[in-house]
């Protein structure tokens, strides 16, 4: 799809340090076409939380299959761990906070939502304050000003990282189990530490490992396609530590629902929440 870049405009938006273990960035998109734009957004294994300025927006969630969702003005999602589809329609302004970690869980003080579901967040602090919020938003133009004010909002309700999470979230060794590492620093189960990860980060170690190889592959495509055009697919799949194309195969489709070459034809139309 051409996309008049004078009508439409996307960008990050950076935090500062004092929340950077909190959000991962600010996401910002506006239409001002008179066509509608649709995208693909990447599994993030983050949770997101939308809020909608101007006209409607609808997402495709791939679970249950292909239910289309209207997003009117706040609604959180994730922990995001399959693509899914939205489209902008003219007029449509949305501004996206990506919790990053276990932020969600000290935000809201749950962290397991129903796949891509969106809930409520008034409901999940079971009062008013977020439509509160986005009246407040809603009379402030400036896209910076709006981000600063979300995150003065959230000072009063965010709790303090705990040790467990914060040992989990800093975890850097490629070679290492995180899960056996922190059991055995603690001197905590195994058990009792893989409950902890999927209580405050909404998924498993597991699953974030086969993540991490999935999002490598899209990494090293994306970096020969932009280069070469041309993608080696023997050398991904040895570089990115699968057992063989199958495997690959397997991966997008599950992440994806699309084969990768499918993938690199399309990547255009594709964007990423995580801010890494």
Avoid at 106 to 119: K, N, T
Avoid at 120 to 145: M, T
Wanted: charged share 20%; with cysteine; hydrophobic share 35%.
């Amino acid at each position: 799809m051409n996309i008049d870049r004078g009508t439409y405009k996307s960008y990050r938006i950076s935090v500062s340090k004092e929340f950077d273990t909190v959000f991962s960035h600010f996401y910002f998109a506006e239409n001002n076409s008179e066509n509608t734009i649709k995208k693909t957004l990447l599994p993030s294994f983050q949770t997101i939380m939308v809020f909608n300025f101007g006209t409607k927006a609808l997402l495709a969630s791939p679970s249950p299959a292909d239910t289309t969702i209207k997003i009117e003005r706040c609604i959180v999602l994730g922990p995001i761990k399959q693509a899914f589809n939205y489209s902008l329609f003219p007029g449509t302004q949305i501004l996206v906070a990506n919790f990053k970690g276990d932020a969600f869980y000290r935000f809201f003080g749950q962290a397991v939502l129903s796949g891509h579901f969106p809930i409520n967040p008034d409901k999940a602090f079971l009062e008013n304050c977020f439509s509160y919020l986005w009246h407040q938003l809603n009379e402030i133009g400036n896209v910076e000003d709006k981000v600063n004010c979300i995150l003065n909002f959230c000072k009063p309700y965010l709790t303090s990282q705990k040790p467990i999470p914060t040992l989990l979230a800093n975890f850097t060794s490629k070679t290492d189990n995180p899960i056996k590492s922190v059991a055995q620093e603690t001197g905590m189960s195994e058990r009792n530490i893989q409950l902890l990860h999927k209580k405050h980060f909404g998924f498993s170690a597991k699953e974030l490992g086969r993540y991490s190889r999935f999002i490598k592959a899209i990494e090293y495509i994306q970096q020969l396609a932009s280069s070469t055009g041309h993608v080696n697919w023997f050398e991904l799949i040895e570089a990115c530590g699968y057992y063989d194309q199958s495997q690959l195969i397997h991966d997008f489709t599950h992440y994806m629902r699309c084969s990768p070459k499918n993938f690199v034809k399309f990547q255009q139309d594709i964007c990423r929440a995580s801010g890494e």
